[in-house]
């Protein structure tokens, strides 16, 4: 089954950019996945929280989101959002994703992610989004999220102190980087 509105297709999930309406869905299933997703994530959860979040993904402005959709039922399964784009020299930007519950474990974030990725490095002009760089922070425990970017080949660079504040706390995090042709 195709559907025209997937940036991009894989052989069992296919990414499309969010849409107001996904708000029903979504939050239903970050609701389901809170176990899953915590301490490492806080995706909204109310459809208050979705419209305002989904409006800036769909405004780009230095970002592109993605849902992860499940080929065989249209289901949403997770996201990908590329977050903080540079453009000129740097050609960068920083992932976020979840997958969730009811798709954890079955291989599916992985093959999304390596939709997202590919797209990402294809160029502007041939529908993507001309990235030479993707990177992604990463609490050093959230031994899942590791081995998924490890996975997609993505390499360690380094380890930031007080990264990002997540949960109430500043957090330390673990820097991962992929470049385009590697």
């Known amino acids: 089954m195709s559907f025209p509105h ?7 999930v296919a990414l499309r950019p969010f849409r107001i309406a996904d708000g029903t869905e979504f939050t239903a299933r970050v609701r389901e996945s809170r176990d899953l997703h915590r301490p490492w994530l806080f995706p909204p959860a109310t459809p208050e929280e979705y419209e305002p979040y989904a409006a800036r993904l769909i405004e780009g402005d230095g970002r592109a989101g993605f849902l992860v959709c499940e080929r065989a039922t249209g289901a949403i399964a997770g996201f990908v959002n590329v977050n903080n784009i540079v453009r000129g020299a740097f050609r960068c930007g920083a992932l976020g994703y979840g997958a969730f519950a009811h798709s954890a474990g079955r291989g599916l974030f992985g093959e999304a992610l390596a939709l997202a990725v590919a797209h990402a490095f294809t ?4 529908g993507g989004l001309g990235l030479h760089r993707l990177e992604a922070n990463i609490q050093p425990a959230n031994t899942a999220s590791i081995a998924l970017v490890r996975g997609r080949g993505f390499r360690l660079e380094g380890f930031s102190p007080d990264f990002l504040y997540v949960d109430g706390a500043w957090r330390d995090h673990e820097r991962w980087a992929v470049t385009a042709g590697r």
């Not at 997937?6 to 069992?12: K, L, M």
């Not at 160029?123 to 041939?126: F, G, I, K, Y």
């Open 123 to 126: 160029p502007e002009d041939q």
């Open 6 to 12: 997937y940036v991009t297709e894989g052989a069992r």
